[in-house]
Each structure stands twice: as structure tokens, then as C-alpha cells.
């Protein structure tokens, strides 16, 4: 049972624009939030994330929001560049870390178009 | 400062063998999680380590085990192998246990099993 979701296996936007990513969770212990983003052959990094009480964070061209009533938070990518052309993974962790360390979504492929 | 290293980068191995897979954290860094990516699953917790001692385990079975020395540096094992271990293995540290956004992920190692 998938307890972080990225429904959107994959993503196209054009470069200037806005890329949205939404990420949904089931688990309601869940009070902390990150998003990595990874390369081909590289690791992931780490990007932005956010505490549940919170509901946005900014971090120059990103900002994401949650809204924990809705179990549902998403990435915002303003403005969209060729560099941001990646996989994008939601995480999210419980209370203290938790015991199953970061529970990720499988990655939503962003794709930058010139 | 050095990143996370991981060795070897790339692996073949036969079903029913076993396998060795060693992560380097950055300096300073105590605690090394490790995480297999798979195309169908996405990124799932293996086990955590934390100044030597295993911290937390996902859901994995037994075949899969860890350890960590004195100098942080972790390795993690792989018995019997079978097909369906084909994966990218990642490690992660940081400096404490529990901290998602201090995670460093290193290159990851790609195990192949035929």
C-alpha cells in the first residue's frame, strides 16, 4: 500500500512557465515533507520541504504548499528552466523521523521544453 | 568537502550469490541510511545506521543487512541473491539520525542480478 503518491509519472511544460507537481499521502502521522529532486545517474538532492504546521514554504524559484486536510501537497516551479528538466520525488516522514525512515513517492519525470 | 561515495558503481551478479555493496559518508556525518530504487517500487528505506548501531529497519527480509564502523563508513549485504534485487542502491548521511533535509545521497550503486 503506497502511502506517498505521485500520480503524474510524467510532466511538460514550457521553459518560463510554471511547473506544478502534487504529491498525495495517506498516512496521517506523517508531519514532515521534502522534495528531492534527481539527475540520471546521480543521487537525489535535496530541494525544499516544508513542517506540517506549516502551509508554504518558499525557497527562491520554489515554493511548496500543503494542505493537510487534503493530504495533498505540490511543488511550484517559477519560472521553469531548462536545468529543472529532472525526476522529482515527494518524501515525507513521521514525528521525531519516525521508524521507516523517508517514505518516497516513485518520481514525477519534469520535462523543460525550449 | 567529498560528497558521499559509493563503490562500486556498477555490479553483475549471478542469482543465488551474495553481494557486498560499501558507502563512504561525508566527514563529520554519523548517520547512513540506505535505500534501493526499483522503476515499479520508487525509493524504499532499507535500514539506518547511527554511530555504529542500526537504528531503524524497513520492510525487508533478513537477506538484507548492514553494518557501520567505527569511522561511520557503512556497508550493506546482500545474500542469495535473487532477480528481483536488480536495483539502484542509494546510501544517504548525515549528520544526525532522522534529519530528511540533511540528507546526502551519494551516486548509488547499480546491482544487476542475471
Known amino acids: 500500500d503506497q502511502q506517498v503518491k505521485q500520480n503524474s509519472p510524467s510532466l511538460s511544460v514550457q521553459e518560463g512557465r510554471i511547473s506544478i507537481l502534487n504529491c498525495d499521502y495517506t498516512?496521517?502521522?506523517?508531519?514532515?515533507f521534502l522534495w528531492y529532486k534527481k539527475y540520471p545517474a546521480e543521487g537525489p538532492t535535496f530541494l525544499i520541504s516544508?513542517?506540517?504546521?506549516?502551509d508554504k514554504n518558499e525557497d527562491g524559484r520554489f515554493t511548496v504548499f500543503l494542505n493537510k486536510s487534503a493530504k495533498h501537497l505540490s511543488l511550484h516551479i517559477v519560472p521553469s528552466q531548462p536545468g529543472d528538466s529532472a525526476v522529482y520525488f515527494c518524501?515525507?516522514?513521521?514525528?521525531?523521523?519516525?521508524?521507516?525512515?523517508?517514505?518516497f513517492g516513485k518520481g514525477t519525470h519534469l520535462i523543460i521544453q525550449p | 568537502k567529498a560528497g558521499v561515495t559509493q563503490t562500486p558503481r556498477y555490479l553483475i551478479k549471478t542469482r543465488g550469490q551474495q553481494v557486498t555493496l560499501s558507502c563512504s559518508p561525508i566527514s563529520g556525518h554519523r548517520s547512513v541510511s540506505w535505500y534501493q530504487q526499483t522503476p515499479g517500487q520508487g525509493l524504499q528505506f532499507l535500514f539506518e545506521?547511527?554511530?555504529?548501531?542500526?537504528?531503524n529497519k524497513g520492510n525487508f527480509p533478513g537477506r538484507f543487512s548492514g553494518r557501520q564502523f567505527s569511522n561511520s563508513r557503512s556497508e550493506m549485504n546482500v545474500s542469495t541473491l535473487e532477480l528481483g534485487d536488480s536495483a539502484l542502491y542509494l546510501c544517504?548521511?548525515?549528520?544526525?539520525?532522522?534529519?530528511?533535509?540533511?540528507?546526502?545521497f551519494g551516486s548509488g550503486t547499480r546491482l544487476t542480478v542475471v
Open positions: 518524501a515525507a516522514s513521521e514525528a521525531g523521523g519516525g521508524a521507516d525512515g523517508l517514505t
Open positions: 545506521y547511527f554511530s555504529e548501531t542500526q537504528r
Open positions: 498516512n496521517s502521522m506523517f508531519d514532515y
Open positions: 544517504a548521511s548525515s549528520l544526525v539520525s532522522r534529519q530528511g533535509d540533511g540528507y546526502t
Open positions: 516544508i513542517s506540517s504546521i506549516k
